[in-house]
C-alpha cells in the first residue's frame, strides 16, 4: 500500500509524493493523519530558515490522528482520536532520567529531525498518543503548539496578581499568554503588529497591549508604574527584541526565553545582578503540559473557533502553505484537513 506526503524537498519547493504505508513495529501505533497545524517552524523550513534542518523534509508536527493498528494490549482501539506529542526522546539519557524528556539530548522531533505527520499515516511509540475523550479534531490539533506556552508558564511558575508581559503575539505567545491569565496572572502583550496585537490581545483577556516602538520604555512604564513585569515570556525569535525584553523585568523578576535563536544573547550583568534576575530557557514541552492545555479546551477556556482562521487540504497545501508564509494578515492558525 502507498500512501501520499507533502514534501519540502528544497526551500521553496513543496511537491506531493506517493510513498509506501509505514511498517508498524511491535510496540507502535499506526494511526491516520486527520489534520496538521501548520507552525512558524514549517514556513520557516519552507523558506530555508530553519537553523536545524536537513532536507528534503514531510513537516508537520501539530497533529491530529486516528487510530489504525495497535499492539497487543494497547490502551487505544482502532478509530479512536488522538493527540501526538511529537518529541521523540530516548528514555535514557541524563534528561529523560530527570524526567525532562522535552530537552532529550538525542531528541528527535517530528517533522524537524525526521520526517513529520504532513502525510497520511505514522507509525509511533504509543507513548506519544493521548486520548482525545471528546476533543474535536481541530482542538487536537492545536494542544501541541497552545503547550509550548503552557510549559513556559510553568517553567517560570507564574502565581495569581502577578503581572505579566508576553512579548511577541504569535501563536506561541499568544499560548503563554493564555496559560498565564489561566493561573491568574495580569496578562500584557507587546508586539510591533497593532492589528496582530488587538485580535490575539481580545483572545487572551490582555490587560494592555504595548506596541514596540519609539515610546516601548515609556509605555512599560506606564502598564505597570514604573516597576517593570513580575515575568516577561519572549515568543519572538529574534535576538534583539530578546535582549531589549531584559528592561522590562522587575527587580526580582524572572525571564523566560520561549522563542530560540541560532545566535549569541547578550545582557547588562549589573543591571541583571542589581534586580536579581531569574533567566530561564524553556524548550518543548511535556505530556503533563498536553494534558493541561488537554483539560483547558474540555473545560471550554480556549476559543478554538477563533484561533483555527484558516483550513486547506494537501492538495491546496502546495500554494496556500508559500503564500501564508508571506502574507500574515487575519492569520492565527492555517490546519491542512485529511478527510
Known amino acids: 500500500m502507498t500512501m501520499r506526503a507533502l514534501v519540502c524537498k528544497a526551500p521553496g519547493e513543496l511537491v506531493l509524493e506517493t510513498r509506501p504505508l509505514p511498517l508498524r513495529q511491535p510496540d507502535q501505533v499506526l494511526v491516520r493523519v486527520r489534520r496538521i497545524g501548520i507552525c512558524g517552524t514549517d514556513y520557516h523550513i519552507y523558506e530555508g530558515k530553519h537553523p536545524f534542518l536537513n532536507y528534503p523534509r514531510v513537516m508537520g508536527h501539530e ?3 486516528e487510530v489504525v493498528e495497535v499492539p497487543q494490549g494497547s490502551r487505544f482501539s482502532a478509530g479512536d482520536a488522538v493527540i501526538i506529542n511529537p518529541y521523540l526522546s530516548c528514555g535514557t539519557c541524563i534528561a529523560c532520567r530527570k524526567g525532562k524528556p522535552n530537552c532529550c539530548t538525542r ?3 517530528l517533522g524537524v529531525h525526521r520526517d513529520g505527520g504532513m502525510t497520511e499515516f505514522l507509525a509511533l511509540p504509543e507513548a506519544n498518543l493521548l486520548a482525545a475523550n471528546g476533543l474535536s479534531l481541530d482542538a487536537c490539533a492545536a494542544v501541541e503548539f497552545l503547550a509550548i506556552g503552557a510549559h513556559a508558564v510553568r517553567r517560570g511558575g507564574v502565581g495569581p496578581g502577578e503581572r505579566a508581559l508576553v512579548v511577541g503575539a504569535g501563536p506561541i505567545g499568544m499560548g503563554a ?3 498565564a491569565r489561566l493561573v491568574g496572572a495580569e496578562v ?3 508586539d510591533r503588529d497593532t492589528e496582530r496585537l488587538a485580535n490575539i490581545g481580545s483572545i487572551v483577556g490582555a ?3 504595548i506596541v514596540a516602538d519609539a515610546d516601548v520604555d515609556a509605555s512599560v512604564t506606564a502598564a505597570t508604574g514604573g516597576e517593570g513585569f513580575d515575568i516577561v515570556f519572549d515568543a519572538t525569535g529574534a535576538a534583539a527584541s530578546m535582549q531589549k ?5 522587575a527587580s526580582g523578576g524572572r525571564y523566560v526565553f520561549v522563542s530560540v535563536v541560532k545566535d549569541t544573547i547578550s545582557f547588562s550583568d549589573p543591571a541583571f545582578h542589581g534586580r536579581e534576575m531569574t533567566l530561564y530557557a524553556s524548550r518543548n514541552s511535556t505530556n503533563a503540559d498536553f494534558e493541561t492545555v488537554i483539560a483547558a479546551l474540555r473545560n471550554g477556556h480556549i476559543p478554538i473557533d477563533r484561533i483555527v482562521t484558516h483550513r486547506t487540504d494537501p492538495d491546496g497545501a502546495i500554494s496556500n502553505l508559500p503564500r501564508w508564509a508571506r502574507e500574515k494578515t487575519g492569520l492565527i492558525k492555517a490546519l491542512i484537513e485529511l478527510e
Request: glycine content about 0%; overall charge negative.
Open 207 to 209: 490587560i494592555s497591549t
Open 177 to 179: 499568554a493564555l496559560f
Open 63 to 65: 497533529l491530529a490522528a
Open 245 to 249: 525584553a531584559f528592561d522590562f523585568v
Open 188 to 190: 500584557h502583550l507587546l
Open 107 to 109: 531528541i528527535e522531533v
